[in-house]
Nanobody, 116 residues
Framework: QVQLVESGGGLVETGGSLRLSCAASRSVFSASSMGWYRQAPGKQRELVAFITRDSTNYADSVKGRFTISGDVAKNTVYLQMNSLKPEDTAVYYC???????????WGQGTQVTVSS
């Protein structure tokens, strides 16, 4: 059974940096994309960034500050977050989308808190 495991969240001051990591454990799957979503208290889960085998994509709110990287074939994905703002505070979830079924696998979430 596929399990996505995240690490790297924490508490940081405004303007600081954090790096999130995610990898599949137990087994790998054929993915079309790997990415990151986030959910702040009282808000819906939103897309932050995702990668495919030949492209990267970002939400407008993080362009120029966040960088996504990883290996879709190996089910690994990273998120380098720079120039963090209080509005980036959220639980960040790793996502992997299966190639044929479009089934979404999710990590357990990691808390990112940016203090003002």
């Amino acid at each position: 059974q596929v399990q996505l495991v995240e690490s790297g969240g924490g508490l940081v001051e405004t303007g600081g940096s954090l790096r999130l990591s995610c990898a599949a454990s137990r087994s790998v799957f054929s993915a079309s994309s790997m990415g990151w979503y986030r959910q702040a208290p009282g808000k819906q889960r939103e897309l932050v960034a995702f990668i495919t085998r030949d492209s990267t994509n970002y939400a407008d709110s993080v362009k120029g500050r966040f960088t996504i990287s990883g290996d879709v074939a190996k089910n690994t994905v990273y998120l380098q977050m720079n120039s963090l703002k209080p509005e980036d505070t959220a639980v960040y979830y790793c996502n992997g989308r299966a190639r044929i079924t479009n089934y979404d696998y999710w990590g357990q979430g990691t808390q990112v808190t940016v203090s003002s």
